[in-house]
């Protein structure tokens, strides 16, 4: 395949290109239609040389990345076992999120991956409510010493849904139904919280594709929930890295702004902050209210 060399129509680098087809300037981003004839790009009007100060990025081949939409690896099953498929896919919204998702394919059908939300979200799902069990169960060894120090009578004096009893038994019920509610709460989840961040980024007219690519956005960023296999910290390591995702992931499938993409991430859960927070002011003034 032979080299040609064009202009960037947006910043006047000097890019190499090969083979007709749509590339990416590394050094801003411009994507362009390559036609096969030297020197021009899709826009007509080109600036005459590279743009000031630009210079190549050590390693990084001179030219662009290719943008043509691609499956997602557990997708591509000519290429990629079942596993295989899975562990690739993980790793590449990990390492390099932009990227995946830059190139992931909005049109292809969700099923496979909220295959992978599913599987991965349940066993996430699975060790969080193991741990969350687990210091329960420390909780109350730890308040039963305790009362005893003192003298007994404290546990007692709690309320129904702070009684390290409920609690204990509240999670026991969740870890023993995982192989439920695991993939009910996945499943369930993909097309509540779709919906929500998809309404949003339409209200801030950041959407370019259809409620299905937002949905496979929302698959592929919510399999790093696996990362509640470790103890106790590894709920809020997947809460905020899933949320990291979701942003960077509507931004790079709907070719959109951050500043678009945040909204549309954060607004809702402003709106569900704001309306318990307004709950706890009802029910902590109604309570003064009947103490008076």
Known sequence: MSDHTVNCAKCGALLNVGEEGRYRCPACGYEFHYSGHEGTTADPQQPPGPAPGYQQAPGYQVGFTPTTPQPAPFEDTENYSFLGGMFETLKQTVINPVNFFRSLDPNLPVGRALLYLVILGSVGYFFGMLWALLQNLLMVQSMSAFSQFQGGGQLGQMNQFSDPAFLRNFYLV????????????????????????????????????????????????????????IPFVGGMVAGVWMLVLYVIGLKEMHDT????????????????????????????????????
Do not use: E
């Open 174 to 229: 969740l870890f023993l139904g995982s192989p439920i509610l695991g993939p009910l709460f996945a499943v369930a989840g993909a097309f509540v919280n779709t919906a929500i961040f998809h309404l949003f980024l339409m209200i801030y007219k950041g959407n370019k594709y259809d409620f299905w690519a937002t949905m496979r956005m929302y698959c592929y960023s919510g399999g790093v929930g696996i990362v509640q296999v």
């Open 257 to 292: 702004t951050y500043g678009k993409s945040v909204g549309a991430i954060l607004t809702p859960l402003a709106v569900i902050f704001c309306c318990a927070m307004g709950m706890v002011f009802l029910v902590t003034f109604g309570m003064m209210g009947a103490m008076i």
